[in-house]
């Protein structure tokens, strides 16, 4: 037998399969989807077994595998289909694609181990291989043990399985349970462990054993031999208690979310967009359209743009589905993740919820992919392998013949299209599940306020709103997408703006540490006083952060209790859990946060929003800068007046009649996009072409020029109607010390994209000068 190999190297010479043997004492064992250990030159490396044939045209020079590190394949066939397509479309090498699509879990170091189904039914020469153990550990077994140990897992004798080689840091509880509390003896210390496990009547982590006791572990492991008490290992399921909530099954759907439910087909391919307003009960019907698939004996995935930023979601449908559900969630310790995973590929669970990369989730029998928040840019990995999970969740729906619904109260105008066109169908929730209407909009207009003298970063509608909010016991959420407390420093002299060294970007001031910051590269430089240029000491702060709101909005209501939530105070997942919950039960009165805060949110007592600048994201350099402004807008908009109070919304901006400021205003989803669809038809963009960027990347300015002015050349000689933009400075130019200029394509025919797909392994292994192909 051989098998063809993907071996985990960066390289354009080696990103092909190579043929390996197939010793004997594995050939019961590997299959396609199975990691191996190979000699690739004077190294063994990581592969990936792609294939397995009975021969090969270069039998005569292949070498045998070394050895397996899976006991069951961690890749199923249609995933390789789906690296080998990421890899040939999004620019990559096929052994990181593949690597993508095995979970940090299944990367950390375990044992190999065999497990008899009845200790009975061994007999012979596997039978003395065991011996008095009840289970082998395969790392341990000569490779003559190992083929009868395969000979047997093949006729049903024995079972392969793997246990994680203990950790300090995995989440891994040593239990200690009480066999039988009938044992005469003389030491007092023996017999008080015997009395306080019978005492217990169950089952005693043994760190709290041994300091409630002043027990040595000598003491323990005597009574284990003498078969009194017993040591396993147990997963700490206390986060996953934290995510768990009541969920009511009798819970129905109303009338219009079952004219939607009714609507969907599980018995063919087809992409439904779900468009239903903020608090329309789109998760209720997602649970039901699972119950459905569940029924019908076939599998679930459901996708959410991070687990830890939608805890209400996520935690219904654990209340929903506890028992067959795998939630990947951020804050799993290794050891959970490991735990989820091998469930997972075992079959143990039907239900698979997690953010992108749980596409990747290896469950057969699908019955239907759900992708909630389906606007949210989080789904496309910006990163190698760059791929865009809801483009695979269509892979995957078409293979298995199967519903992918996309759910959102803001869909992207690129899906719209698409479901006003026949191409998905259009399913949708036009009121709030519990009948409330829509939260009232306020447009403030800041150049009225600055015209009446308030040089203050808050409106005077939105001052007197959140006093009066305040003082009602409710809650507020004041939303500005920038941290930090001033957006740059500038001398008032002689105009310098205080840049980052490597970047070429103003550094950004945090009050909190009273230094400026570089958002890009992370450099990190005192505050200044006096001007690096002219000397002076008139330098001025401009602009506003989530920092300077805070102070702001304090100073406003000294006894209000406020919460900052950005990437400053959030460093890990625990931390957002920590503030929802604060905010949850009414710990604090005002959340001042960015985008953070604008999804997965449903409090009964906020009944104020707050946009401090709509304006920030319409000013953005991207084509669908219109299209991020509204679905940032309109999603923190939703996040008030969910219950039985009702909602107030306060935008303040300098361009009151955008249509972007105006349609959230109304709420009105069809004038926004009548609009912007109009817009995009007019210069030629997504959904009317697809628009493709080129970054190219060096150190040198001189040669990023250069290599950029070639590659214009030469896309241009293809004969083809695309629209070709630049080379133009990328903002920021310079990145990390890192220059960058950028090419756009706005592709109307495949033409300029085959010329695309050849450019980029011109550069893979250029130490001088690096390339990024990204289809926006």
Request: glycine share 4%; net charge negative; aromatic share 10%.
């Given at each position: 037998m051989f098998a063809e190999v993907i071996i985990d190297i960066k390289n354009k010479q080696i990103n092909r399969s190579f043929d390996y043997i197939v010793p004997k004492h594995l050939e019961a064992l590997i299959k396609p989807g199975f990691r191996v250990i190979v000699p690739f030159g004077r190294l063994?490396?990581?592969?990936?077994?792609?294939?397995?044939?009975?021969?090969?045209?270069?039998?005569?020079?292949?070498?045998?595998?070394?050895?397996?590190?899976?006991?069951?394949?961690?890749?199923?066939?249609?995933?390789?289909?789906i690296a080998k397509y990421i890899a040939e479309n999004n620019f990559s090498y096929y052994s990181v694609a593949l690597d993508a699509m095995i979970p940090r879990a299944l990367k950390v170091k375990y044992q190999k181990i065999a497990v008899p189904y009845s200790k009975d039914k061994l007999t012979g020469e596997i039978k003395d291989l065991f011996g008095r153990r009840k289970e082998l550990v395969l790392d341990s077994l000569s490779n003559e043990a190992l083929a009868l140990v395969y000979k047997n897992v093949e006729d049903g004798i024995l079972y392969l399985d793997t246990k994680l080689k203990k950790k300090k840091d995995d989440n891994i509880i040593k239990m200690v349970h009480l066999i039988s509390d009938e044992f005469n003896t003389r030491s007092k210390k023996k017999a008080s462990v015997i009395d306080y496990l019978a005492e217990a009547d169950s089952d005693i982590p043994l760190d709290i054993l041994k300091e409630d006791m002043g027990i040595s572990m000598p003491v323990l492991n005597e009574l284990a031999a003498d078969g009194i008490i017993s040591f396993y290992d147990k997963i700490d399921e206390s986060i996953k208690?934290?995510?768990?909530?009541?969920?009511?099954?009798?819970?129905?759907?109303?009338?219009?979310?079952?004219?939607?439910?009714?609507?969907?087909?599980?018995?063919?391919?087809?992409?439904?967009l779900l468009h239903g307003v903020t608090g329309s009960g789109k998760t209720l019907v997602y649970i039901k359209a699972i119950n459905e698939v569940i029924k019908k004996g076939k599998n679930a995935i459901m996708l959410v743009p991070e687990i830890s930023l939608t805890p209400q979601v996520t935690s219904i449908l654990f209340g929903a589905f506890k028992d067959s559900i795998a939630i990947l969630?951020?804050?799993?310790?290794?050891?959970?993740?490991?735990?989820?995973?091998?469930?997972?590929?075992?079959?143990?669970?039907?239900?698979?919820?997690?953010?992108?990369s749980a596409i990747f989730a290896p469950l057969k029998n699908l019955g239907i992919i759900i992708v909630d928040e389906a606007h949210e840019g989080s789904y496309i990995q910006s990163n190698n392998p760059k791929y865009n999970a809801i483009e695979i969740a269509k892979m995957r729906a078409e293979k298995y013949s199967i519903p992918l619904i996309l759910g959102t109260a803001t869909p992207k105008v690129t899906d719209y299209y698409y479901a006003t066109n026949g191409i998905y169908e259009l399913l949708e929730l036009k009121k709030r599940a519990n009948n409330k209407p829509m939260p009232e909009v306020k447009i403030a207009d800041l150049r009225q306020e600055l015209k009446n003298g308030n040089k203050s970063v808050l409106s005077e509608c939105l001052k007197d709103e959140i006093k009066k909010c305040y003082k009602e016991g409710n809650q507020s959420i004041l939303f500005i997408n920038r941290r930090g407390y001033s957006r740059f420093v500038m001398c008032r002299s002689c105009g310098t703006v205080i840049k980052c060294p490597h970047c070429d970007v103003a550094l950004t001031y945090h009050d909190r540490i009273n230094s400026l910051v570089c958002h890009h590269c992370g450099y990190v430089q005192s505050n200044t006083t006096v001007c690096p240029t002219c000397g002076s000491d008139k330098i001025r702060y401009v602009g506003s952060g989530t920092e300077k709101i805070v102070e702001q909005v304090q100073t406003l209501l000294p006894e209000a209790k406020i919460l900052k939530v950005d990437q400053d105070s959030i460093d890990k997942m625990e931390d957002y859990e920590g503030f929802y919950k604060a905010f949850k039960n009414h710990e604090a009165d005002i959340i001042v946060g960015t985008q953070m805060i604008t999804k997965g949110l449903?409090?009964?007592?906020?009944?104020?929003?707050?946009?401090?600048?709509?304006?920030?994201?319409?000013?953005?350099?991207?084509?669908?800068?219109?299209?991020?402004?509204?679905?940032?807008?309109?999603?923190?908009a939703g996040r008030c007046g969910r219950a039985e109070k009702p909602g107030l919304v306060v935008i303040q901006t300098y361009n009151p009649n955008h249509f972007v400021i105006q349609s959230c205003k109304n709420h009105d989803y069809d004038t926004y996009y009548k609009a912007e669809i109009n817009n995009r038809e007019n210069t030629v963009m997504p959904p009317f072409s697809e628009c493709i960027q080129i970054v190219i990347k060096s150190a040198d300015k001189y040669l990023a020029k250069k290599e950029a002015d070639i590659i214009r050349r030469n896309l241009a000689e293809a004969k083809h109607s695309s629209v070709i933009l630049g080379p133009i400075e990328a903002y920021p130019f310079k990145k990390n010390d890192i220059y960058h200029y950028q090419i756009q394509i706005q592709a109307v025919e495949d033409s300029v994209l085959e010329k695309t797909r050849y450019l980029y392994p011109l550069y893979q292994d250029n130490k001088d000068i690096s390339i990024e192909i990204t289809r926006m």
């Open positions: 063994k490396r990581t592969g990936y077994v792609v294939n397995i044939k009975d021969s090969s045209e270069f039998s005569n020079n292949a070498k045998e595998i070394a050895d397996c590190l899976d006991v069951k394949p961690v890749l199923n066939d249609e995933l390789i289909d208690d934290e995510i768990s909530v009541s969920y009511d099954s009798s819970n129905e759907l109303n009338d219009e979310q079952k004219e939607v439910f009714k609507r969907i087909s599980y018995d063919e391919y087809k992409t439904y969630h951020s804050r799993l310790s290794t050891a959970e993740r490991y735990q989820e995973w091998k469930k997972i590929i075992s079959g143990e669970v039907r239900i698979v919820v997690g953010a992108r449903d409090f009964k007592d906020v009944t104020l929003v707050g946009v401090i600048n709509a304006d920030l994201s319409l000013q953005y350099p991207v084509y669908d800068s219109n299209e991020v402004s509204f679905n940032l807008i309109e999603q923190v």
